[in-house]
């Protein structure tokens, strides 16, 4: 007899760093919070020192080994132990033997057969215990909804974050609007105008609560500032007193 031993790793070999957390951040709620499941990658070590998994190649067999916890595509989580086979050395070769025939490597697919269905169909001709549901929640559309609230909840944080800067950026311009307002017939009314357009801008923009999607939009923006800017300067200019030649 031997001991049947399940490791556990993030899905980390998304190629973006923000991905991975995220990941990471997912699997540490709806895991370890929550008890709901994951997005893991999953093999099993039983005899010697490799484990055994499940992947997608062109051809041949997608059951593959490698030294136990140290898959360098993933990021090594823990493991847990499903129990003792009765199987020796030999038969257990022979059932990794049927299963890499059975399972091509062109033939998986990350919802309905991926690692984590191969762990489980191998522990159960080993006759151990079998996965745990949560392995198999990826599957579920209720998965992916609380997926997509979590991811709902980050834009939303992204969303304060950028209207936040964007009130700093607000009251720096309006100091540099204030110190640069001398008389009304400085020569450097040009530059003050386009202070108060940028500060405009930026009031626009947190009174809306989000930045202009396009630079369209902005444009537009702007130019209406500019507008309600020139028809003040008329209004004021008109109320001056006229100089006698």
């Known amino acids: 007899m031997t001991e049947v031993i399940l490791h556990i790793y993030d899905v980390t070999n998304s190629g973006s760093d923000k991905t991975n957390s995220t990941i990471v951040q997912i699997n540490k709620i709806f895991k370890d919070g929550i008890g709901l499941g ?3 990658h999953s093999a099993v070590q039983v005899y010697g020192n490799d484990e055994s998994s499940f992947g997608f190649c062109d051809q041949g067999s997608g059951v593959f080994s490698c030294p136990s916890g140290k898959n360098p ?5 823990e493991s847990m132990i499903l129990g003792r086979t009765n199987f020796s050395i030999f038969k257990v070769n022979q059932i990794l033997r049927e ?5 091509p490597g062109s033939s998986y697919d990350v919802l309905s057969k991926n690692c984590n269905h191969f762990c489980d169909e191998f522990c159960e001709r080993l006759g151990v215990q079998r996965l745990p549901v949560m392995f198999f929640s990826t599957s579920s559309p209720s998965f992916y909804s609380l997926v997509f609230y979590a991811c709902c909840v980050e834009l939303r944080q992204a969303k304060t974050e950028i209207v936040s800067a964007s009130k700093v950026a607000y009251r720096f311009l309006v100091g540099v609007t204030s110190r640069s307002s001398g008389g009304n017939d400085s020569p450097d009314n040009s530059n003050r105008g386009s202070s108060r357009l940028q500060v ?3 009031k626009n923009l947190i009174s809306s609560g989000a930045k202009p999607s396009s630079s369209s939009e902005i444009e537009t923006q702007g130019d209406n500032v500019l ?8 209004f004021q200019d008109s109320e001056r007193p006229q100089r006698l030649s």
């Open 99 to 103: 299963l890499s025939r059975e399972w």
């Open 200 to 202: 405009a801008w930026f």
């Open 73 to 77: 595509m993933y990021a090594y989580r």
């Open 38 to 40: 994951g997005i893991f």
């Open 227 to 234: 507008q309600q800017q020139r028809q003040r300067q008329n």
